[in-house]
């Protein structure tokens, strides 16, 4: 690569990522930065299954409202810590901040197993919903600019999808630790949240071997760095006997600077890609007002509706959990394939319309404990697909210099209007102990997915194998 006085960068390093083979680099990558979504799948699952424990006087003595606000403290830490995290990732790099946000993930999970009210409870759900926020924006920002474009959207939906490992994590976990036969009640709880901070100090060694974005090195003008990583990354595949592409490559020219002024980011959302904008919104708020809806309440459904002992919840969590990873799993590859615009549609679109039918058995109590967890887990097979879509959606259709920041916007207002209001909501129908509320407020979750199942279906693009600069003209692009 070279750069003029005028600090114009010619390079061909997207190219050359986007031509690497499938190799351990990137099997390294998926895992040391997708554990992200496992282990929010371990903290929502975690929270739900001792919900019913926690409301007990020889744990914290909580309230129905109380818990749903502790669920709402974690959605808004969430919200906070990604537009803070995500500024600081676009400015800072996405490998400082993904050490950063783990760590803050690490210390607050832990301080939660000592909690004693509800606000110490709350104070640190709020900071692990930080830790937890901040790792979407520098983790899906990295994820997007070093996985080959033929395959980014299939490696993202699975990557999304390994949230329900994280949640059967937590089901299988919660069994064992709330069982009294095992342990006291009073402890086990406690204890079941020292599972994500044991995953996280594994996965932070992991993450010392994964390499800066030469994307965002060459935006800020460190040229050298980023071809010094891209000839690494060439030669990790070189010795391990992958025959590489020879080129020659495309090239693209890019004024380098330090950072984009918050105008410009501005500018980019609302004038130069409003319709982009209104569809990543209506994606993640559906989808955040869905999924927070059902699992951060479904363990008080599971108790106060069919009598469901604390304990067994986990079981119950389990196949939710199935349900929604082979979704993504055995959908992905059709996002690739038959393109992101008929695929995000029609998840959406499915899972909105079984939402309401299954909604509908519940109030008129057609169905048992067991039914109504199958019938979620056919819900959810297609709303996971569609959830991990809406994050692909937003991590690629902006340009590479406000990529984390329009990850952490999206997110934030997303979960803001979809997920910090919704678990208290339905806490608050539940305590009603009226079914005809809590179907109400599942039909408000499906409505918002039908919604956007429409506004992807007139205003979604199609980025299927395209490279990211492709996709989204990069601001500093010169032509």
């Known amino acids: 690569m070279d750069a003029t006085p ?28 997708g554990v992200t979504w496992i282990l929010d799948g371990l903290e929502v699952t975690m929270a739900g299954a001792v919900a019913a424990t926690l409301k007990e006087d020889s744990a914290l003595g909580l309230s129905d409202a109380e818990i749903g606000s502790a669920s709402s403290a974690y959605l808004a830490g969430a919200v ?10 676009d400015r800072l790099g996405r490998k400082k901040l993904f050490f950063i946000t783990l760590a803050v993930y690490l210390a607050a999970t832990a301080a939660t197993a000592f909690s004693w009210d509800f606000w110490s409870f709350a104070t ?15 983790v899906n920002s990295t994820i997007q600019e070093l996985i080959p474009a033929r395959v980014r959207g299939w490696t993202e939906l699975v990557i999304n999808g390994s949230y329900w490992i994280g949640a059967a994590l937590g089901a299988a976990g919660s069994l064992v630790l709330l069982d009294p036969a095992l342990f006291n009640p009073a402890i086990g709880w406690r204890l079941a949240f020292f599972i994500g901070a044991t995953i996280g100090l594994v996965i932070f060694v992991l993450r010392t071997w994964i390499p800066e974005s030469p994307r965002w090195l060459i935006t800020h003008g460190r040229q ?6 891209m000839r690494s990354i060439e030669d990790r595949f070189a010795r391990a006997g992958y025959v590489l592409a020879k080129g020659p490559f495309p090239s693209v020219k890019l004024r380098a600077r330090a950072r984009t002024p918050f105008a410009e980011f501005a500018g980019a959302m609302l004038r130069t890609y409003p319709r982009r904008t209104v569809v990543g919104l209506s994606l993640m708020a559906s989808q955040a007002m869905l999924y927070n809806a059902v699992f951060f309440t479904y363990a008080l459904i599971l108790t106060e509706f069919y009598g469901v002992g604390a304990n067994s919840v986990g079981w119950y969590l389990l196949a939710l959990a199935g349900g929604n990873f082979l979704g993504p799993v055995l959908l992905g590859r059709l996002f690739d394939t038959i393109g992101r615009r008929i695929m995000i549609s029609a998840t959406y679109a499915i899972s909105g319309v079984l939402l309401v039918a299954v909604g509908y058995l519940f109030e008129r109590g057609q169905i048992s404990a067991t039914e109504q967890t199958a019938g979620w887990s056919i819900v959810f097979f297609f709303a996971s697909a569609a959830a991990s879509s809406a994050y692909l959606t937003v991590s690629e259709m902006f340009p590479v210099e406000i990529r984390a920041m329009a990850i952490a916007a999206f997110f934030a ?10 678990p208290w909501l339905f806490g608050t129908l539940i305590g009603t102990g009226s079914r005809a509320l809590v179907f109400s ?3 408000l979750a499906a409505m918002l997915m039908i919604g956007a199942a429409a506004i992807e279906w007139a205003w979604g693009i199609a980025a299927e194998r395209k490279s990211l600069e492709a996709v989204c003209r990069p601001l500093t692009l010169v032509d």
Request: glycine content about 16%; hydrophobic content about 50%.
């Open 6 to 33: 005028e600090n114009v960068v010619e390079t061909n390093i997207p190219a050359r990522l986007d031509a690497l083979p499938w190799g351990r680099f990137q099997t390294l990558v998926v895992v040391a930065l």
């Open 80 to 89: 906070a810590g990604a537009l803070f995290f995500g500024w600081l990732t």
């Open 124 to 138: 640190c759900r709020l900071l692990v919903g930080a830790g937890i926020g901040g790792e979407y924006a520098a």
């Open 224 to 229: 050298e760095e980023a071809d010094a990583i």
């Open 413 to 422: 207002v997303g979960t803001g209007v979809g997920g910090v209001f919704s």
């Open 441 to 443: 407020g599942y039909a």
